[in-house]
Structure formats: C-alpha cells, structure tokens
C-alpha cells in the first residue's frame, strides 16, 4: 500500500491537480479547437468531492508568457492566484508540469502531451519520466493516455456539448505496478475541458466566457 500511495501521489503531482489547474491553451482558428482559452475568458467548475462536498473555483486567461523562446498560455485560479503554462499545435496540446517541489522528482519542468486530437478512438500514447521515490528508488513511472470518446456528445450539467473527446490516462510502473486509472476528462470542442473524474472527486463546468 505504501509503494501505490507514493505512486499515486507522484502521477497526481504530474497532472497538476486537475481541481484547480485546466491544462488549456488560447484559442487560435482551428489550430486549438479543443484549447479556446483567450486573454481575458474564464471557466467556472463544480468540484464534487465523493463525499459529497462542493467548492466552486474559476479558471482565468492570462495571455502568454514566454518561456525558452517559446510562448506558454497563462491560465490562473481566480482566488488562490495558482497559474500553469499550457500550449497548442499540429493536433498536440501540452502542459508544462514542476515537480521539483517532489522528493527525487525531476528538477526542471517536464512537457507532457494530454492531448491528441489525431488519435482515433481506442487509440493511445505514453510518456514515461524518471523519478526517485523514497524507499522504492528510481523508477521509469509511464502514463498512458487513451481515447475513450470522439466526436460524439455529452451532457454535463443539462448543458449539451458536442464534437467531445474524452482522454482516459493510467499510471504504471511495470512491473511492479500495474495500470491503475488516475483521471479521465472531456473536451468539447470551441469550449475546452468540461469534466475531469477521478476516484475522489468529479469536476464539472458550470458556465464560462469566451472573449471573441
């Protein structure tokens, strides 16, 4: 149990705390459909907890900052001011995640590909990073995204969204650990993420506005 805890919380720190961090990038034409995060929108989400507590945070656009000659979207938590780089291209939406803040994690922050909008359904990608865990050592931990949805509709909150994608992603370390799912989360295309489930907690969009 405490080999998967301390997996688990080395994935969980690699996704960015989906409850208060979206892993989106400002719209540009057709090249971010499923990333139509301006300077200037927000998106406002239900967080469920399995336990049945709700909070309610919203997600601001911050245009771009640059970082190694390249431009990162800015999206920040309105109360607690947390921001995330994300950005968009050829089909492709990265994040940028920091794990320094983890014991034997790596020190610089890693690009990770959440999305690809070129996969087919029942497709999937991996990414594999090394970290050094405490009593297990260094591990090769890979997450592996699949495509669950495609091009079909989904209703969240009575709310119909159409064209979404839903990416399920597991977390391993073979052999040792075997898949385990970590996060599942939908993307409506001209609207970006709209619901992200894990075993503890769902969250839901509730409304959001977009900045022509």
Not at 10 to 29: I, N, T, W
Not at 49 to 77: C, F, H, M, P, R
């Amino acid at each position: 149990m405490k080999v998967r805890w301390l997996l688990a919380a080395a994935v969980l720190a690699f996704s960015a705390c989906k409850k208060e961090k979206s892993e989106e990038r400002p719209y540009k034409g057709n090249v971010c459909d499923y990333a139509p995060y301006t300077n200037g929108s927000s998106f406002t989400f239900y967080n469920i907890s399995s336990t049945g507590d709700t909070t309610i945070y919203t997600l601001e656009g911050k245009g771009d900052s640059l970082l190694n000659g390249q431009a990162w979207a800015v999206l920040q938590e309105q109360i607690g001011g947390d921001k995330t780089l994300f950005r968009c291209g050829n089909v492709d939406y990265e994040q940028l995640a920091d794990f320094s803040f983890i014991p034997g994690g790596p020190a610089d922050p890693v690009r990770s590909v959440y999305l690809r909008e070129s996969v087919n359904l029942g497709g999937s990608w991996t990414e594999t990073i090394l970290v050094d865990l405490p009593v297990i050592g260094k591990v090769n931990l890979t997450l592996t995204n699949t495509i669950m949805q495609k091009g079909t509709s989904k209703t969240v909150l009575g709310q119909r969204f159409e064209n979404v994608i839903g990416v399920r992603t597991d977390f391993s370390v073979p052999p040792i650990l075997p898949a385990e799912t970590l996060v599942t989360r939908y993307y409506a295309k001209g609207v970006g993420m709209i619901q992200a489930d894990t075993d503890q907690d769902t969250a839901v969009i509730f409304s959001y506005s977009i900045p022509q």
